[in-house]
């Protein structure tokens, strides 16, 4: 049985644990076993948006019970990164709950005055006014920090901008490239791995280029959950974005189908 295997379980949100806003089938049943068997659960999303209890509600109102503590979202990964290296002033383009993630980590959120960050999440309220000031704090001095760099989330009506496009008009702005913490790159995983023990530990993903690719990064076990999008072609994947397992549904962690 796979799930013996590990002892910490680092889960994807976004088509793993449900997707537009419907829990997956086996989700519930399959978080509940794996308390029942005492391991350790964590939920990992690159969305910068939301605070980390917005997504314990919302995990709640699904009926997968779960603590703060196991939630790391790519804006709470970015102010625990800040603040372990003692920044007190941030400039962010992105959300109100952005904005909450740096406060709860001690720093205070700035205007005018000079930051010593500039954080980039995204906020359906970014506007030209935002990216012109991020400019203008990073050309003052301060460290220019994407959240995530993802381009585009999927809608109905196509694929829309997402964070990366909004760190892409400031990256041009400033003709440097920004300090990345989301999925890929290893910062939310070292994050969410915090007294966890590394070669126990198992990242369950949907997507190789950030879930897969992240996980190898950061020296850990990886499963792909497939998805339509992904059928197929493993063989067209970049070194690295190769997972250990796959499973198309949670419950098969247990040997079922
Ligand atoms: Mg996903």
Same mark, same amino acid.
């Given at each position: 049985?796979?799930?013996?295997?590990?002892?910490?379980?680092?889960?994807?949100?976004? @088509?793993?644990?449900?997707?537009?806003?419907?829990?997956?089938?086996?989700?519930?049943?399959?978080?509940?076993?794996l308390?029942?068997?005492?391991?350790q659960?964590?939920?990992?999303?690159?969305?910068?948006?939301?605070q980390?209890?917005?997504?314990?509600?919302?995990?709640s109102?699904?009926?997968?019970?779960?603590?703060?503590?196991?939630?790391?979202?790519? @804006?709470?990964?970015?102010?625990?990164?800040?603040?372990?290296?003692?920044?007190?002033? *941030?400039?962010?383009?992105?959300?109100?709950?952005?904005?909450?993630?740096?406060?709860?980590?001690?720093?205070?959120?700035?205007?005018?005055?000079?930051?010593?960050?500039?954080?980039?999440?995204?906020?359906?309220?970014?506007?030209?006014?935002?990216?012109f000031?991020?400019?203008?704090?990073?050309?003052g001095?301060?460290?220019?920090?994407?959240?995530?760099?993802?381009?585009?989330?999927?809608?109905?009506?196509?694929?829309?901008?997402?964070?990366g496009?909004?760190?892409?008009?400031?990256?041009?702005?400033?003709?440097?490239?920004?300090? *990345?913490?989301?999925k890929?790159e290893?910062h939310?995983?070292?994050?969410?791995?915090?007294?966890?023990?590394?070669?126990?530990?198992?990242?369950?993903?949907?997507?190789?280029?950030?879930?897969?690719?992240?996980?190898?990064?950061?020296g850990?076990?990886?499963?792909?959950?497939?998805?339509?999008?992904?059928?197929?072609?493993?063989a067209?994947?970049?070194?690295?974005?190769?997972?250990?397992?796959?499973?198309?549904?949670?419950?098969?962690?247990?040997?079922?189908?």
């Amino acid at each position: 049985m796979l799930a013996n295997q590990f002892h910490s379980f680092l889960f994807d949100l976004d @088509g793993v644990i449900y997707i537009e806003g419907e829990v997956l089938p086996g989700v519930v049943d399959s978080i509940r076993r794996l308390r029942e068997e005492g391991k350790q659960i964590r939920f990992l999303t690159n969305d910068p948006r939301p605070q980390r209890t917005e997504i314990v509600e919302k995990l709640s109102n699904m009926g997968v019970d779960t603590a703060t503590e196991e939630v790391a979202t790519s @804006g709470w990964a970015t102010a625990e990164y800040l603040a372990n290296r003692n920044t007190e002033k *941030v400039f962010v383009v992105g959300s109100d709950g952005l904005r909450a993630e740096m406060q709860n980590a001690g720093m205070q959120c700035v205007g005018k005055d000079q930051a010593e960050a500039v954080v980039v999440g995204s906020d359906i309220e970014v506007g030209y006014r935002d990216i012109f000031m991020a400019a203008m704090q990073i050309h003052g001095g301060a460290q220019f920090i994407a959240t995530n760099i993802d381009a585009t989330f999927p809608t109905s009506r196509g694929p829309a901008p997402a964070t990366g496009s909004i760190v892409a008009a400031i990256e041009t702005a400033v003709s440097r490239p920004p300090e *990345v913490i989301g999925k890929p790159e290893p910062h939310l995983f070292t994050a969410s791995l915090k007294g966890l023990d590394k070669s126990r530990a198992v990242m369950i993903g949907d997507t190789p280029e950030s879930d897969i690719a992240g996980a190898t990064r950061a020296g850990i076990t990886s499963i792909l959950m497939k998805s339509d999008q992904h059928n197929g072609h493993p063989a067209s994947l970049e070194s690295g974005m190769k997972a250990d397992y796959t499973i198309t549904s949670l419950i098969e962690l247990f040997g079922g189908k």
